[in-house]
Nanobody, 115 residues
Framework: QVQLVESGGGLVQAGGSLNLSCAAS??????MGWYRQAPGSQRELVATITSGGTTNYADSVKGRFTISRDNAKNTVSLQMNSLKPEDTAVYFC???????????WGQGTQVTVSS
């Protein structure tokens, strides 16, 4: 059974930092990533990282957010710096399994940035 456990959300002032973490278990993982959904908006890509370490970022977070993963521990992290009020959203961890290419989502963690 595949499980994703997220942690690290919270409330922070603009300009501050947060680190999100997601631990996966129960499968062999290919890509990992973070997505976010603000109220009234569609879920959008924040950052992804392949098993080989290739990263991809949304233009809105480039230079401020850093995604990383530990393949031995099946974890993916998102270091968020210079946070802005527009970064406020529920952040979701997503994985793609290696063999079947199934997609799994975490339960989401709230990030709120106050101005």
């Amino acid at each position: 059974q595949v499980q994703l456990v997220e942690s690290g959300g919270g409330l922070v002032q603009a300009g501050g930092s947060l680190n999100l973490s997601c631990a996966a278990s129960g499968t062999v993982i290919n890509a990992m990533g973070w997505y976010r959904q603000a109220p009234g908006s569609q879920r959008e890509l924040v950052a992804t990282i392949t098993s080989g370490g290739t990263t991809n970022y949304a233009d809105s977070v480039k230079g401020r957010f850093t995604i990383s993963r530990d393949n031995a521990k099946n974890t993916v992290s998102l270091q968020m710096n210079s946070l802005k009020p527009e970064d406020t959203a529920v952040y979701f961890c997503r994985i793609t399994t290696w063999y079947t290419k199934y997609i799994y989502w975490g339960q989401g963690t709230q990030v709120t940035v106050s101005s």
